[in-house]
């Protein structure tokens, strides 16, 4: 079985700028695709960003042109660089792998316990 752990959340002001990262590991053999999500207070978990397993990168409008991904295939670690942050861009943000094959077993969505970002206006 597969474990991603984010790191990097934390209270940032309007305008600043916020690098998440993301590592997997468990006996890992190969993942698909790496990518991030956030939820706010009373709303669904939704898409933010993916780098796909042919490394072609996808992002949400929301987000377009102050986010960026970047994954490092090698050592299954994805991050997440933010800039020009919005209050609304305040939520928990989880991170996510797609069709991860462990030693011994197939896990379609692996998902990380999440971390906080925060925005002030």
């Known amino acids: 079985q597969v474990q991603l752990v984010e790191s990097g959340g934390g209270l940032v002001q309007a305008g600043g700028s916020l690098r998440l990262s993301c590592a997997a590991s468990?006996?890992?053999?190969?993942?698909?695709?790496m990518g991030w999500y956030r939820q706010a207070p009373g709303e669904q978990r939704e898409f933010v960003a993916r780098?796909?397993?042919?490394?072609?990168?996808i992002y949400a409008d929301s987000v377009k042109g102050r986010f960026s991904i970047s994954r490092d295939t090698g050592k299954n670690t994805v991050s997440l660089q933010m800039s020009s942050l919005k209050p609304e861009d305040t939520a928990v943000y989880y991170c996510?792998?797609?069709?991860?094959?462990?030693?011994?077993?197939?896990?379609?969505?692996?998902w990380g316990q999440g971390t906080q970002v925060t925005v002030s206006s």
């Open positions: 468990g006996s890992i053999i190969s993942i698909d695709a």
């Open positions: 780098s796909t397993g042919g490394g072609t990168t």
């Open positions: 996510n792998a797609n069709n991860v094959w462990t030693r011994g077993a197939f896990t379609r969505d692996a």
